[in-house]
């Protein structure tokens, strides 16, 4: 016999059902911690059009947000054209330095207190600094990775 639970809102929930309630409210936690980890949608359709097909552990089924979590996808698996692999940041940037040969890089302007991106081919001497500043890492990250994206389009 299942025992039952009394939950705040006074509806009763077997043992399972509690189970279950928490193994989702957990699980939305982590999604919740870890969307910070992964290009937002708008770059990872930017990517899957220049020919990103990297394995990726999620995936957005259009500009609402994650569908999926925790498993193995690809840009070529999905049949549906507002589907996309979701990369994480560093995903991304490592197929930018192994296809492109481009590299960036996030700098701390300690004189100004402020964050800046260098993008560019850099063993070959090539490289730009950003015209903005930036508050945090996480924006710069971002513009830095959009700006390596409106180069190889420009190409």
């Known amino acids: 016999m299942e025992s039952i639970f009394v939950i705040t809102n006074k509806k009763k929930y077997s043992e399972k059902d509690l189970d279950i ?6 699980f939305k936690y982590k999604i919740k911690v870890m969307e910070k980890e992964f ?7 930017d990517l899957k059009e220049l020919g990103f097909d990297e394995l990726c552990m999620a995936q957005y089924n259009d500009s609402n947000g ?7 996808y690809r840009n070529s698996y999905f049949n549906h054209q507002d589907q996309v692999a979701a990369p994480l940041y560093q995903q991304a940037f ?3 330095r192994e296809k492109y040969k481009m590299q960036a890089e996030i700098l ?4 100004m207190g402020c964050f800046c991106y260098k993008t560019g081919k850099f063993k070959y001497g090539e490289h730009a600094f950003s015209k903005d500043d930036y508050k945090t890492y996480e924006e710069a990250e971002l513009e830095c990775l959009k700006k390596l994206i409106e180069i190889v389009k420009e190409k």
Do not use: A, K, V
């Open 94 to 96: 490592r197929w930018f």
């Open 108 to 111: 701390w302007r300690g004189d």
């Open 21 to 26: 309630w928490i193994f989702l409210r957990i």
């Open 66 to 72: 994650f569908d999926g979590f925790g498993g193995n």
């Open 39 to 45: 290009i937002p949608y708008e770059q990872s359709f």
